[in-house]
């Protein structure tokens, strides 16, 4: 038999802050190169403005670079596979308009992938420190825009069977590092502290939402009164109780989760679940998936840290499949801030 052409994808990532470029040599990861933008940390949050042009900046260096850490020539590229959304538009646009240009250079395909099932499918990169879920199975991705419970029939089929009402499970945990006065980005601090605090400590309230939907606006808002109440009887209430408040506002928003993915698992019978986005770097949720699996004989999933977060080698591997069923994109394309997985 005749040996198959490997397939070789370049892909672009730029739906928020991160610039990031990968190359993909069928379901295995050559390169993943991922520009951070530090400016942010000043305000407190993502500004869409100054992330757009840093993507601008970033794009074409951090693109070359994938390439050579790749050691391929760019001659030897398949196709090009980005993100169309959800996220920023104006950073959107950036990684669309690049990636439809050299498309169209290079003569080669163009694959628009949606960022959210990116994550998802994300467990299908070859690593030898991951195994693939088996279809169907139960994604639950969370991010700092996004959280959902996705029944995954196979790499094209998903459906959203839950998702949150208002805020998303990143930005709780982001507001409530703010409300405690932590640098942004807070949820990896708020991680950190946790992990030497009493997570029974203080009880905060767990939300009252039908079905398998989320909400997380209450909770940052009975974190906010009881940071104010506690802080006028002691000025020094958060200094002298950071660690204990951390676990117990992790330890709140873990057990939100955990009961629906427990309530997903019950009313779809699949006991396969994987976590994707970037809150899944978080250890404590980490920790409660893989409990879970001896606790209620799921098999759990969870992925490589760098794979976790934004990036585009998650990009390149629905780029890779898409690219084994020739689905493929026209150059008339368009960014889409907002774009659901259906």
Same mark, same amino acid.
Request: hydrophobic share 40%; aromatic share 8%; proline share 5%.
């Given at each position: 038999? $005749?040996?198959?052409?490997?397939?070789?994808?370049?892909?672009?990532?730029?739906?928020?802050?991160?610039?990031?470029a990968a190359i993909l040599m069928n379901d295995k990861v050559l390169s993943n190169v991922v520009a951070?933008?530090?400016?942010?940390?000043?305000?407190?949050?993502?500004?869409?403005?100054?992330?757009?042009?840093?993507?601008?900046?970033?794009?074409?260096?951090?693109?070359?670079?994938?390439?050579?850490?790749?050691?391929?020539?760019?001659?030897?590229?398949?196709?090009?596979?980005?993100?169309?959304?959800?996220?920023?538009?104006?950073?959107? =646009?950036?990684?669309?308009?690049?990636?439809?240009?050299? #498309?169209?250079?290079?003569?080669?395909?163009?694959?628009?992938?949606?960022?959210?099932?990116?994550?998802?499918?994300?467990?299908?990169?070859?690593?030898?420190?991951?195994?693939?879920?088996?279809?169907?199975?139960?994604?639950?991705?969370? #991010?700092?825009?996004?959280?959902?419970?996705?029944?995954?029939?196979?790499?094209?089929?998903?459906?959203?069977?839950?998702?949150?009402?208002? *805020?998303?499970?990143?930005?709780?945990?982001?507001?409530?590092?703010?409300? =405690?006065?932590? $640098?942004?980005?807070?949820?990896?601090?708020?991680?950190?502290?946790?992990?030497?605090?009493?997570?029974?400590?203080?009880?905060? $309230?767990? $939300?009252?939402?039908? *079905?398998?939907?989320?909400?997380?606006?209450?909770?940052?808002?009975?974190?906010?009164?009881?940071?104010?109440?506690?802080?006028?009887?002691?000025?020094?209430?958060?200094?002298?109780?950071?660690?204990?408040?951390?676990?117990?506002?992790?330890?709140?928003?873990?057990?939100?989760?955990?009961?629906?993915?427990?309530?997903?698992?019950?009313?779809?019978?699949?006991?396969?679940?994987?976590?994707?986005?970037?809150?899944?770097?978080?250890?404590?949720?980490?920790?409660? =998936?893989?409990?879970?699996?001896?606790?209620?004989?799921?098999?759990?999933?969870?992925?490589?840290?760098?794979?976790?977060?934004?990036?585009?080698?998650m990009i390149g591997i629905v780029g890779y499949h898409k690219f084994k069923n020739e689905i493929f #994109?026209?150059?008339?394309?368009?960014?889409?801030?907002?774009?659901?997985?259906?």
């Amino acid at each position: 038999m $005749p040996e198959h052409k490997p397939i070789y994808i370049l892909a672009i990532e730029s739906s928020c802050d991160d610039t990031s470029a990968a190359i993909l040599m069928n379901d295995k990861v050559l390169s993943n190169v991922v520009a951070t933008q530090a400016i942010h940390e000043e305000y407190g949050g993502v500004v869409p403005e100054l992330a757009s042009r840093a993507h601008q900046q970033n794009i074409v260096p951090v693109v070359d670079q994938a390439i050579a850490r790749a050691n391929i020539d760019k001659k030897q590229l398949s196709a090009i596979a980005f993100t169309r959304g959800p996220g920023l538009m104006g950073s959107l =646009l950036v990684g669309t308009s690049f990636a439809k240009s050299l #498309s169209l250079g290079l003569d080669i395909p163009l694959i628009e992938v949606n960022h959210m099932k990116a994550h998802i499918l994300a467990h299908f990169i070859a690593d030898e420190k991951m195994t693939s879920p088996k279809f169907p199975f139960l994604a639950l991705t969370i #991010s700092g825009g996004h959280t959902q419970v996705v029944q995954v029939n196979d790499y094209f089929e998903m459906k959203i069977i839950g998702q949150t009402l208002d *805020d998303a499970v990143g930005e709780a945990f982001d507001k409530s590092a703010k409300i =405690l006065g932590l $640098p942004y980005p807070g949820g990896p601090l708020i991680d950190k502290h946790a992990a030497n605090g009493n997570p029974h400590k203080f009880e905060f $309230p767990i $939300p009252k939402v039908k *079905d398998l939907d989320f909400s997380f606006s209450g909770l940052k808002t009975n974190i906010l009164y009881f940071i104010q109440r506690n802080t006028k009887d002691n000025p020094n209430f958060i200094n002298e109780n950071l660690e204990d408040i951390c676990a117990s506002i992790q330890d709140t928003i873990i057990e939100i989760l955990m009961r629906k993915l427990k309530k997903a698992v019950k009313q779809t019978g699949i006991k396969e679940v994987a976590i994707g986005g970037g809150v899944s770097a978080n250890s404590g949720i980490r920790k409660a =998936l893989t409990d879970a699996q001896e606790k209620y004989g799921w098999k759990t999933y969870i992925p490589q840290f760098q794979y976790c977060t934004d990036n585009a080698a998650m990009i390149g591997i629905v780029g890779y499949h898409k690219f084994k069923n020739e689905i493929f #994109s026209k150059q008339d394309i368009t960014a889409q801030a907002r774009y659901v997985i259906s």
